[in-house]
């Protein structure tokens, strides 16, 4: 009788368990403009009202964060451009679909990126996120510490002669299990047209030297908060203690 009873806690648990898991979701991102905690989204720099970072969350495609650049004229000052998002509640991250930008050229959409995440939120806490990637042969797979992005802009041609650039493929990156954030980071480290980001990549002007992100989504389950999983094991001994 007691084993039956244990069994089925057991047989609850795990199926609340397996319904959370199954349920992948987008991710909500932090509610703006709320000055108790910390930012739902920001960036490195900006270049005008409307490309803030905002602009790569609001569900829409068409709309995108663009770095200052970094001009010697002074038109933008960001060697180092970076986006950062934030969260709630702590996910354990299953993927992320990202479009990149994909005005003018496409040039300037991010190509080499690192991702950092942090658990807490905080900007003190990041660390880099490794990928897997399989060797091709079966073996243990390897790690590389940053994503590629592709540029997927295309022109798009219109019955009167006109055309423009269409908006970009996404790419959707698979994460390993186990990494979990209430906020992520990408760190560009070279764009579209192959220029590297850095202290000595200066130009006249800034329009070689910008990157920019349109939209990105991240999937994942919640994590349970601790305080949680000990009502349930609490529940659970209470149940079990009736039952004798
Ligand atoms: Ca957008």
């Known amino acids: 009788m007691k084993k039956a009873s244990l069994a089925a806690i057991m047989l609850a648990a795990w199926f609340i368990v397996s319904q959370a898991q199954a349920q992948v979701e987008p ?3 932090r509610a703006i403009n709320d000055e108790d905690g ?4 920001s960036s490195s720099s900006y270049t005008w009202q409307g490309r803030t970072p905002l602009a790569a969350c609001d569900g829409n495609p068409a709309t995108q964060w663009m770095s200052s650049g970094n001009a010697t004229s002074g038109e933008g000052t960001d060697s180092a451009p970076w ?3 934030y969260f709630d509640d702590l996910y354990e991250l299953d993927r992320m679909t990202v479009w990149n930008f994909s005005e003018a050229d496409g040039g ?5 990126v690192n991702v950092y995440v942090s658990a807490t939120g905080n900007d003190n806490d990041w660390k880099l996120v490794l990928f ?3 060797d091709g042969e079966g073996g243990e797979p390897a ?3 940053y994503v590629q992005f592709g540029n997927g802009v295309y022109p798009e041609y219109y019955e009167d002669g006109t055309w423009a650039w269409a908006l970009s493929d996404p790419d959707t990156i698979q994460f390993d299990a186990g990494v979990v954030a209430k906020a992520v980071k990408f760190q560009i480290l070279s764009n579209q047209d192959n220029n590297v980001f850095g202290p000595t990549f200066i130009e006249p002007s800034s329009n070689g030297t910008i990157a920019g992100m349109a ?4 999937y994942g389950t919640k994590v349970p908060e601790p305080a949680t999983m000990s009502l349930l ?3 659970g001994a209470a149940l079990l203690r009736r039952k004798r």
Do not use: T
Not at 38 to 41: I, L, M, R, T, V
Not at 108 to 112: D, L, V
């Open 38 to 41: 910390p930012p739902a989204k």
């Open 108 to 112: 300037r959409g991010m190509k080499i």
């Open 215 to 218: 939209e990105v989504l991240f």
């Open 83 to 85: 986006i950062a998002f």
């Open 27 to 29: 991710i909500p991102f």
């Open 233 to 235: 094991a609490l529940g």
């Open 132 to 134: 897997s990637v399989s």
């Open 143 to 145: 790690f590389k510490d």
